[in-house]
């Protein structure tokens, strides 16, 4: 009994910090739940709403038209790891859409940008979830701008559940691991 306690115990730890359980958003209203774009910046080029007509999961979704983005600021911890993502449906009319995310030092200007399109012709009339690779922050990272787009739309493309999560160092992981299994005394013993 006591040894499956001990296991537990274990097995919850390992969960809690695997980076999916661990990763935070830092986006403000990344499922557009307000009703509105608060926390985001819309371009006029295209049209950009809100509607809840369509939404991944909640009541709301983007719905985004030709030549349209939104954009959000956010601050940022140079060196860091980052994952962005989102889910994007596609009616059968197909289009052209991406997310991106751009570092920018404290003055304001850049070198560094991850993009990640999605094209489908015809689209498949489902949701599909985009996202980038893990993303080191540059040493000289101030802020990031994370930036939801469509080049091409036949009518329109939704984006819903926007997300820019801090993924935990492994060497942290693995540190808290280690502390936890002295802290509860656990032992890798033979079996035999």
Known sequence: ???MKKSTILI?????????????????????????????????????????ANPHA?????????????TQTVNLTPNATYKLSSYLYMPQDGGDASISITFYNAAGTTSFQQERSWQRIPGDAQYDKI?????????????AKVQCSVAS???????????????????????????LT???GFKLTDPS
Do not use: C, H
């Not at 980076?19 to 006029?44: H, I, Q």
């Not at 909640?58 to 939104?70: D, K, M, P, S």
């Open 1 to 3: 009994m006591k040894n």
């Open 12 to 52: 919850i730890a390992i969960l809690l910090m695997s980076p999916a359980a661990a990763s935070a958003n830092l986006l403000v209203n990344p499922g557009f739940e307000t009703g509105n774009f608060s926390g985001w910046t819309r371009y006029a080029f295209g049209s950009e709403n809100v509607s809840n």
């Open 58 to 70: 909640g009541q709301y979704e983007a719905r985004i038209t030709n030549y349209g983005w939104i």
């Open 131 to 143: 996202e980038t690779d893990w993303l080191v922050a540059p040493s000289y990272t101030a802020y």
């Open 153 to 179: 739309a036949g009518s329109y493309i939704d984006f819903d559940d926007v997300s820019l999560d801090v993924i935990p160092e492994p060497s942290s992981l693995l540190l808290l691991l280690s502390a």
């Open 182 to 184: 002295g802290l509860f």
